[in-house]
């Protein structure tokens, strides 16, 4: 999607550079397409719940570039661009095409979070950082596919997990107190497993209590802490770390110091884990 929305930037500055109604019009017709499609982004954001700053600057820029193609439109045909705008815009869309290219393969730096996380796990043993929420569909996907992998390494992985409840999912927020309970009890993984492999429409406050209740968990001190403030504290604390950390999407993982953002197939996953061991054990 960002490589989509360069070249169709830059196209939008190269109709911007010709004279006459046909440019007028294709610069029209690329912004209207721009505008559309950015007012539709930040509204998918909004019910993410999640702004990215970033995505926020693009998807205005679309809408605001089709209200200057309107105005270029209905504005009466007058004298020719003065050569030094003309140059001036050529210049900024080369500076266009290199600055993204140059930002995106530069290597991003650690967030404090996750280093935080790597500098507490054992030396030879790989940390696994994943920012979850229990009824992202792609969440779900991920986990299916990263569990066998994580089991095959379970000696020297650390799994660390962050509940990032999305408010468009309505049992998110109950799931993640559940699992952040289970954890107090040392049933993490036991509870992570089982609220995502149960249907989406049983992690409900009770049904994530039957869930506790299969995998061992006191009900009477667990219920306690699903009702405790310091739970929806720490799942406060969890989203602050994700946004700081630079999260915009989910799944979002870290494998020791390699950053996964959506669902991804069985062998990327494999790789980032088999390169992150391979570090670790050097």
Same mark, same amino acid.
Not at 135 to 160: G, K, N, S, T, Y
Not at 169 to 180: L, Y
């Given at each position: 999607?960002? !490589?989509?929305?360069?070249? $169709?930037? =830059?196209?939008?500055? %190269? @109709? #911007? /550079? ?6 007028? +019009? ?30 926020? !600057?693009?998807?205005?820029? $679309?809408? =605001?570039?089709?209200? %200057? @193609? #309107? /105005? ?6 007058? +004298? ?203």
């Amino acid at each position: 999607m960002p !490589a989509f929305g360069v070249v $169709g930037f =830059l196209a939008v500055g %190269v @109709a #911007a /550079l010709f004279e006459g109604p046909r440019a007028r +019009a294709v610069q029209l017709g690329l912004c209207g397409v721009a505008g559309a499609a950015g007012a539709a982004l930040l509204v998918a954001q909004g019910l993410l719940g999640h702004l990215c700053p970033y995505c926020c !600057a693009a998807d205005a820029s $679309g809408i =605001l570039s089709a209200v %200057v @193609a #309107a /105005l270029r439109w209905s504005a009466a045909r007058g +004298a020719p661009s003065p050569p030094g705008l003309t140059y001036a815009t050529a210049g900024s869309l080369v500076l266009a095409l290199f600055a993204p290219l140059y930002a995106g393969f530069r290597a991003p730096g650690l967030p404090p979070a996750i280093g935080d996380e790597i500098a507490q796990t054992p030396s030879g043993v790989v940390t696994v950082v994943d920012f979850v929420d229990f009824e992202c569909p792609f969440c779900r996907m991920m986990h299916a596919e990263l569990a066998p992998l994580l089991a095959l390494h379970r000696d020297r992985v650390r799994i660390v997990r962050r509940q990032v409840p999305l408010s468009m999912h309505p049992h998110a927020r109950d799931a993640a107190r559940a699992a952040c309970c289970a954890e107090t009890f040392g049933k993490g993984e036991p509870m992570a497993n089982a609220l995502f492999a149960a249907p989406v429409d049983d992690l409900t406050r009770e049904g994530c209590e039957h869930i506790a209740e299969g995998i061992g968990l006191p009900l009477d001190p667990y219920r306690a802490c699903v009702a405790d403030p310091a739970t929806d504290i720490r799942i406060e604390a969890d989203r602050a770390e994700f946004k700081a950390a630079g999260g915009y999407a989910l799944p979002t993982i870290w494998i020791g110091r390699e950053q996964l953002v959506g669902a991804q197939p069985p062998e990327v996953l494999g790789r980032a884990i088999d390169g992150a061991l391979a570090r670790a054990g050097s």
